[in-house]
């Protein structure tokens, strides 16, 4: 599996409430973020790495230059005004590849992510498998509506009453996906909802898989939780 980590958003919540690292070294459990998603991707099979972050993350930059990892490492610096343009600007590198991508706050149990790594392996007839959870944490949460054998029918902005699951920021997608994201940077789309909707618009078939529980960084508070949540 390639892999691929949105790590250029500025992180201004975290600054605003006094946490002086750039997101992606916030630590949890003294584990910087992005060195815990690197670990977990080496531990399930990547075949390469590829990062995005702003042109402002020098910290970061001089961070990920004192890597040695066993697999090929792109690094992307490029300051972007959306999650979506980050993907974009890191499709150039993932090169149409089965890639699993996520953002660098994404927190999830590593042996979870293993099972729903080995279960995108085996799915076939599919053109990608979502991370979704029933766990709400999020502010502005994106609510995933499935039918009876979990295939995605729609992404919605608030629960019809009918949504189990809301996005958890895990998308591995195959070739075909990156069609789509062109053609919503062609056509002004903007955000990662938007482009989530676009491809089922576009016809692609995507299965959820549901995490016990996913947690984002937005606030300083969320730091704690996270830890504890992975205490468990």
Same mark, same amino acid.
């Given at each position: 599996?390639?892999?691929?980590?949105?790590? #250029?958003?500025?992180?201004?919540?975290?600054?605003?409430?006094?946490?002086?690292?750039?997101? $992606?070294?916030?630590?949890?459990?003294?584990?910087?973020?992005?060195?815990?998603?690197?670990?977990?991707? @080496?531990?399930?099979?990547? @075949?390469?790495?590829? *990062?995005?972050?702003?042109?402002?993350?020098?910290?970061?930059?001089?961070?990920?230059?004192?890597?040695?990892?066993?697999? $090929? @490492?792109?690094?992307?610096?490029?300051?972007?005004?959306?999650?979506?343009?980050?993907?974009?600007?890191?499709?150039?590198?993932?090169?149409?590849? $089965?890639?699993?991508?996520?953002?660098?706050?994404? *927190?999830?149990?590593?042996?979870?992510?293993?099972?729903?790594?080995?279960?995108?392996?085996?799915?076939?007839?599919?053109?990608?498998?979502?991370?979704?959870?029933?766990?709400?944490?999020?502010?502005?949460?994106?609510?995933?509506?499935?039918?009876?054998?979990?295939? *995605?029918?729609?992404? @919605?902005?608030?629960?019809?009453?009918?949504?189990?699951?809301?996005?958890?920021?895990?998308?591995?997608?195959?070739?075909? #996906?990156?069609?789509?994201?062109?053609?919503?940077?062609?056509?002004?789309?903007?955000?990662?909802?938007?482009?989530?909707?676009?491809?089922?618009?576009?016809?692609?078939?995507?299965?959820?898989?549901?995490?016990?529980?996913?947690?984002?960084?937005?606030?300083?508070?969320?730091?704690?939780?996270?830890?504890?949540?992975?205490?468990?």
């Amino acid at each position: 599996m390639h892999y691929a980590i949105i790590a #250029a958003g500025e992180g201004s919540r975290l600054q605003q409430e006094g946490v002086r690292e750039p997101k $992606p070294l916030v630590k949890l459990n003294g584990e910087a973020m992005i060195d815990r998603l690197v670990r977990i991707f @080496l531990e399930n099979n990547a @075949l390469s790495i590829s *990062i995005i972050v702003n042109r402002e993350m020098r910290e970061v930059q001089e961070h990920i230059a004192k890597w040695e990892l066993p697999v $090929p @490492l792109h690094l992307i610096v490029k300051s972007t005004p959306s999650s979506m343009h980050s993907f974009h600007a890191l499709s150039d590198v993932i090169e149409g590849q $089965p890639f699993c991508l996520t953002t660098v706050d994404t *927190i999830f149990m590593p042996e979870e992510f293993g099972r729903f790594i080995r279960f995108v392996a085996e799915t076939e007839n599919y053109d990608g498998v979502m991370g979704v959870t029933s766990f709400v944490d999020d502010e502005k949460p994106l609510w995933v509506k499935t039918n009876g054998n979990d295939e *995605i029918t729609a992404f @919605l902005d608030n629960n019809d009453g009918d949504c189990c699951y809301v996005s958890g920021g895990i998308y591995c997608l195959g070739g075909k #996906a990156l069609d789509t994201l062109n053609a919503c940077m062609e056509n002004g789309v903007s955000r990662m909802r938007n482009y989530q909707r676009a491809l089922l618009e576009d016809g692609n078939k995507l299965k959820a898989w549901n995490f016990c529980k996913i947690m984002d960084i937005d606030h300083a508070a969320d730091i704690k939780k996270a830890e504890q949540f992975l205490q468990l």
